[in-house]
């Protein structure tokens, strides 16, 4: 590791005693962690670059024009930045067209009708122009699901009910525990028989944004239509059942498949000083739900992919290995961006040693993850210490679903991970509410010098 | 401390496995504080009386006819608790009105004019109907702004424009090293000659918002017109002097000092059933500046202490001292509600144990603090690991403006005190942008819940 250039604030500080007391490899480390914190915590250009792409790319998901403005964008971006390269990379993604906007009503003989706020989920199958209506069978949990039968179900709509913990200290744990019914419920349901699916938000919250997502319906089975129901008309149906167990809902959603079609991740790299064909890679994923401007899930984390390079730039440090920045295309529904990356990389050669994925919102980092060995882990151990002032902790963990298939061609790749806040993830997640205006600066841009630093100390002493 | 009454929850976690591993006291004292975070993560009532609170008394800052509707509805809201007592405790406090909106202009003979955004600083002077103007200096700092003289200043309008460093990794201690400027800043600037004053607003995000809060003239000084810039318009203003260093501002503000009012501390309390005459009390403050819903500033903080009694009511745990829920009067202005409390707490008797206050925003905790002896700090040592689970730390700390007048009359008092993360807080405090949507249920539960068992800890072990 060369410094190049030192700029005036790092050599002020080395004057300084800003170092003493770090445990650390070297007393520069430290310096150069400083750096990155004050450079991130004091420039607006990934701030001001995910803006531009929430308001103008809103609802890329892949196959549409959204995503085709998203990689031009962040092509643009990058080519503006001084890189080693910055191209394009094809990948074959499906698409999908939500149609006209969903309609869900309840018809009560007893209580009249009443409109629930409702958006399909993603590849589910359209009603047809006139909808379609039915009895309704509530679930409240997997347990229950388990035990009902093609009698129980056979044309009539399934209502999945089973709520979101709020209480469930682990935000993840709780999307866990009832995200089978979005991915799996509405195949299973076609098998039994249903004509229809409506699936409460995975959402902790109680309001009414919808919150869409995949969903999945095995080969042998029926596509049939499936909604999300906002977690307020969710309570509000199941009030009602309890009143009047014979009313009927009414759906009409005109989703439909599309072919398939060219898209592209985006990718920039500085080229490694001493091992160009040893690679640390840094990513988010660039498609976004259609009804979400998609930032925190996942703009935030391509910024931060980018802003990473852009740290290593503007500090003037030559990075050993290869550093590449990566926006992943078709997280959300296929994967074929990670797939693709992961194919290619293989087939060109060289070595991945190590991958970050950014996707798990980009509020205030609580921790950076290495997934590594013990051996490796111990190796850590003396990070820790760096990161301590920046209220950063350095734990066991990584990983993601654009950069997992990397490990089937590297199986001694190391997955690291940022890991954030996670009390407000779910709330925006999938839903119109995931906006621009919902991000902080501040705690993004934690995220990206602690991203960068990790980057930093694993090209400088491996794992 | 007797449990009278156990919710199925808690009895249900009595017999898993949840309470092994800990430390504590008593094996339900996990028990308890894990219900504490139960009911306060699923239950909306504190956050929907948020919402109506900063929706319909905006701009409560004391003196105002909105700060009567806070009292009013915190009373209110107490009431309707079951708890043992609540009431009103006479304060009387300052008014001042800010009249019609603000203009800030630059008049340049080169450049033209150019409108700024501005707010006039609390209790600052009004410059007349027809507003004034002169030249500019502009002052970055505090050592440069002490070498300046009366022939530097006389007749001109004074330009405060130290940022408020982004960097900075604590954002309080940020705060703290540009507050002079907006709290001394004006009167210092009139005892030189200055006409008028411009702060820039102590934001560490370029932004439109402009920052107001109290500014405070000597005895001996003539109040000035003063105004906080927001931080886009300060830049701007420095941009344009650098262009042209002979152009003049305008300015325009018609606010006046008003007629003291008779206002209210509003207090609820739970009676301990052992020792009555013995409190411990948690507080936020009710007023909030005029410009502002005062979400996180202190709207929240308000809300926390009353949902820390709803806590334990809910629990139907009887705690052994009186504990106390008081939402303080005037804390941005004169902190005649702090005084208020307590010299009527010193002349009623009794003793304060221990003490809590709410005011640094009501996002995610981070820790509690106890600001106990070193003997003291041993005993919380203990209580650590209770509130690991929660990601909340225990550290030394704790006071609060509100509070702080009871060390007078109690030298023992322990104070207490929630910290939050910060990297939010400055961005909203004291301007439009600290609007209820700011502010995420879970987030502030988790402080509630935090709060209440802390509480929790020191009814029953002391300290």
Known sequence: MQIIKLNSFIAALLLTAGVSGLPAQEPED?????SFFQEALTSY????????????TKGRICGRPQAQAAVEFTRRVMEGMNLDSVWLQPVMVKSWVRGEPEQVRILSEKYGTRELTACALGWSAGTGASG?????VEVR???QWKKLTEADVRGKIVFFNQSFDPANLSAFSGYGLVYWQRSDGPSEASALGATGCLVRSMNPETDD????GITRYADDVTPIPALALSTRSADV????????PELKVFIRTTGKEGPEVLSYNVIGEIRGSEFPDEFIIVGGHLDAWDISEGAHDDGGGCMQSIEMLRLFLKSGIKPHHTLRAVMFMDEEVAQRGGQAYAREA????GKHLAALESDRGVFRPRALGVA??????KMTEAWKLLFKPYGIDLVNGGGGSDIGPLKGYYPDIIFMGLIPEDARYFKYHHSPSDTFEQVDRREMQLGSAGIASLVYLVDKYGL
């Open 30 to 34: 430290g310096v150069v962690i400083r």
């Open 45 to 56: 250009e990934a701030y001001h670059n995910l803006e531009w792409l929430c308001k103008n």
């Open 132 to 136: 379609l209506s039915g009895p309704v």
């Open 141 to 143: 949990d997997r347990e």
């Open 209 to 212: 944004y919808p919150h869409t």
């Open 237 to 244: 149906l199941s009030a009602r059942l309890a009143q009047d």
């Open 346 to 349: 293989a087939a060109q050669g």
């Open 372 to 377: 590594g060995t013990p051996d490796q882990m």
